[in-house]
C-alpha cells in the first residue's frame, strides 16, 4: 500500500509537470503518445534486383513501437514513374490519393467492414494498450475507470503517418566493385506523409456512420457518402539513406569470423535495415515519433519504458529539469544530462495493456550532473559515429584519427564499439638501408587499422574504453617505388580516457601499445626482416592526446 501511495505522488507531480508545461509555447514537448505507420513499398518492377526483393517484402518485421496500419498489400505500384525525376514526393502522394491510403487507413481504425459498417474496438484496443501506469491510476481515481482509457485511441488517430520506401540502385557486392566480400547494397529513398484527419474531414467522416436503426436508404446514402469522402494527406519529410547488407567471403580470414549467410539471407536482411534504417532516422526529426516520459529512480536510472516504445541498447535521450524563471514567470527546461538504454537484458518487455504495475528499463548516464526522480526525458537519436582526432607520442606517432561506431543497437550489449584508425608520420631511419634501395633515410609512414572497444562509465562524464586493434604499417621513401614500399602487419592493445566539454564533444587521452607480428615485406624485395630491425626500435608504447566529437 504504501508503494502504491508513492508511486501515485509521483505521478500525480509528473503529471502536473506535464500539465504546466502544456501551457508553456517554447518547451521541450514532454507529452508522447503513440503514432501508427502505414508501411509501403515502391513496387518498381523494371529496377534491377527488384523481382528478388519484392519477394521478401513479406518478411519485414515492423517495429513495435507504432501501431500497425499496414494495408493487405506492402506494394505501391506508380501510375506515372517516369515522372520520379521530379518531384518524386508529389507524385507517390498522387498515387496515394488515387487509391485512397488514407481513407483505407483511417477505415482501419474503425474496422469499417464491406457492407458499411463500422465499430470502436480497434480504437478503444488501442487506447487501452498505448495507455501508460500513470494514465491507470489516474482513471481508476474516475468514476469512467477503463472506458477513459479506452478513449485514448480517438487522439491517436491523428497520428496516423504513411510511409513510403523506394528501393533504388540494388546491387551485389560484385557489381558494386567491393572485393572479397559478399552481399548487397541499395539506395533507399523514403517519403513520410500524415493523415490529415482534421475536424472537418472527421465529421463529414463521422456522418457516414451506419447505425443499425438506419433504414436502408439512409445506409445507401451513408455508403456513397463515404465513396465521395476525400481524406487528404499532407507531406512531411523525404530522406535518402545508403544500405549495405554483407559479410566477408568464406576464404578470407575475417570470413572465419561469421556464420555463413547466403545471398537470400543477405538480401533479406537488406530488406529489413531499409526499414529499420529509416525509421530510426525519421526518428531524429519528426517530434512526435520520439519517446518521452519521466525519469522513474535514480539508483539505477530507471523509466516506465520499454519494448512497447521500441527502446534499444544505447538508445540516446536527454534529460531536461524544469527550472521556473522570475523574469518570464514562467518555467523553463535545462537540460540536465544525456543517457543511454542498458544492455537488451536490461530493457523490459511491457508489451501489454498498463495495470498500474508495468516493468522499468534501466539506463546509464555518459554526460551531465546529478539526475533526479521526475526529470523529463526526451528521446534524441544519434548516427552511433565518434570521430577522434589528435597526435600520438612515442617510437611511432604522428597524426592520428579514429572513428567509433556504437554497435549497442544492433547486438544489445551497451557502449560497444567498432574502430578504423589511421595514423601518419615521418622519421630518418639509417638502419634501413641495408635492406632497401636508395640512399634516402628519411620515411614516411602510413597505418591503417581497426578493432574492437567497450566503453565503461567511470563516472558520468567520464569514460574508460579499452580495446584491441589490428593494422598494418607501411613505409616509403623518395628513392623507392611503390612496389619497393616494405608493410608489416601489427596488433595494438590500448585504453582512452574520455572527459566530457559538451555531451557530444570530449578531450580524449590515451596509451596503446604497436606489436609487429609480421616481417616487414615489400612486393620487390618480399620478406625483409623484423619490422623493429629495419626501422630499429620503431614499436611499442604510443600516448594519444585529442578531441573526440559524437555525431
Known amino acids: 500500500m504504501r508503494k502504491l501511495v508513492i508511486t501515485s505522488l509521483f505521478i500525480s507531480l509528473t503529471v502536473c509537470l506535464f ?18 505507420l502505414t508501411v509501403l513499398f515502391v513496387d518498381n518492377q523494371t529496377a534491377n534486383h527488384w523481382s528478388e526483393a519484392r519477394e521478401k517484402v513479406s518478411k519485414i518485421v515492423f517495429s513495435d513501437k507504432y501501431n500497425n496500419n499496414n494495408l ?3 506494394l505501391l505500384s506508380l501510375n506515372s514513374p517516369s515522372k520520379m525525376l521530379g518531384d518524386a514526393q508529389g507524385v507517390i502522394a498522387d498515387n496515394l490519393n ?7 487507413v483511417v477505415s482501419k481504425w474503425y474496422n469499417r467492414q464491406p457492407d458499411g ?10 487506447g487501452r494498450f498505448s495507455a501508460t501506469d500513470a494514465d491507470f491510476l489516474l482513471a481508476q481515481t474516475s468514476k469512467r475507470g477503463n472506458a477513459a482509457l479506452e478513449e485514448f485511441g480517438n487522439r491517436l488517430i491523428n497520428l496516423s503517418y504513411i510511409l513510403v520506401l523506394d528501393l533504388q540502385s540494388i546491387k551485389t557486392m560484385a557489381e558494386a566493385k567491393v572485393v572479397n566480400t559478399k552481399g548487397w547494397q541499395a539506395n533507399v529513398m523514403s517519403y ?5 484527419f482534421n475536424d472537418e474531414v472527421k465529421y463529414a467522416f463521422y456522418d457516414t456512420w451506419i447505425y443499425e436503426d438506419d433504414t436502408e436508404e439512409v445506409k445507401e446514402q451513408k455508403r456513397k457518402a ?4 476525400d481524406i487528404p494527406i499532407e507531406p512531411v519529410l523525404q530522406k535518402s539513406v545508403t544500405i549495405t547488407s554483407s559479410q566477408p567471403e568464406s576464404d578470407t580470414g575475417l570470413g572465419l569470423l561469421f556464420k555463413p549467410k547466403s545471398m537470400e539471407q543477405l538480401l533479406e536482411e537488406l530488406l529489413q535495415k531499409s526499414y529499420d534504417e529509416v525509421v530510426y532516422r525519421i526518428e531524429m526529426d519528426i517530434e512526435e515519433f520520439k519517446v518521452k516520459t519521466a ?10 519504458i520499454g519494448l ?16 521556473y524563471n522570475e523574469k518570464i514567470n514562467e518555467a523553463e527546461p535545462k537540460r540536465r544530462g544525456v543517457i543511454r538504454a542498458a544492455s537488451k537484458s536490461k530493457i523490459t518487455d511491457n508489451r501489454k495493456v498498463a495495470a498500474g504495475d508495468m516493468g522499468t528499463s534501466q539506463f546509464y548516464q555518459v554526460q551531465g550532473r546529478k539526475l533526479d526522480q521526475g526529470f523529463i526525458l526526451q528521446q534524441q537519436n544519434d548516427l552511433g559515429i565518434e570521430v577522434s582526432l589528435g597526435a600520438e607520442l612515442g617510437e611511432i606517432g604522428g597524426g592520428y584519427g579514429r572513428v567509433d561506431i556504437r554497435l549497442g543497437r544492433f547486438i544489445g550489449i551497451r557502449s560497444l564499439f567498432v574502430y578504423l584508425e589511421g595514423g601518419f608520420d615521418a622519421g630518418d631511419y639509417p638502419s634501413a638501408l641495408p635492406y632497401l634501395y636508395g640512399g634516402d633515410e628519411s620515411f614516411t609512414f602510413l597505418r591503417f587499422g581497426g578493432g574492437i572497444a567497450k566503453g565503461m562509465q567511470l563516472m558520468r562524464n567520464l569514460e574508460l574504453r579499452p580495446y584491441v586493434g589490428v593494422g598494418a604499417e607501411s613505409a616509403s621513401n623518395d628513392d623507392n617505388t611503390a612496389d619497393d614500399a616494405p608493410s608489416a602487419i601489427y596488433i595494438k592493445p590500448g585504453v582512452n580516457l574520455a572527459l566530457n566539454l559538451t555531451h557530444n564533444f570530449q578531450f580524449i587521452g590515451g596509451v596503446g601499445a604497436y606489436a609487429f607480428i609480421s616481417d616487414a615485406e615489400s612486393e620487390n624485395a618480399g620478406v625483409i626482416g623484423p619490422w623493429d630491425s629495419v626501422f630499429l626500435d620503431r614499436t611499442g608504447p604510443s600516448a594519444f592526446i585529442g578531441i573526440k566529437f559524437g555525431f
Request: hydrophobic fraction near 30%.
Open 295 to 304: 525519469l522513474y529512480e535514480t539508483r539505477p536510472l530507471r523509466a516506465k
Open 72 to 74: 493487405q498489400t506492402l
Open 226 to 229: 463515404f465513396d465521395e469522402l
Open 308 to 323: 512497447k516504445e521500441g527502446l534499444q541498447t544505447d538508445t540516446r535521450f536527454f534529460v531536461y529539469e524544469y527550472v
Open 98 to 104: 488515387n487509391i485512397n491510403v488514407a481513407k483505407q
Open 19 to 36: 500539465g504546466q508545461d502544456a501551457r508553456e509555447g517554447k518547451k521541450v514537448p514532454t507529452t508522447y503518445d503513440r503514432s501508427s
Open 117 to 126: 459498417t463500422m465499430d470502436m474496438t480497434i480504437v478503444h484496443e488501442r
Open 192 to 196: 513520410l506523409y500524415k493523415v490529415n
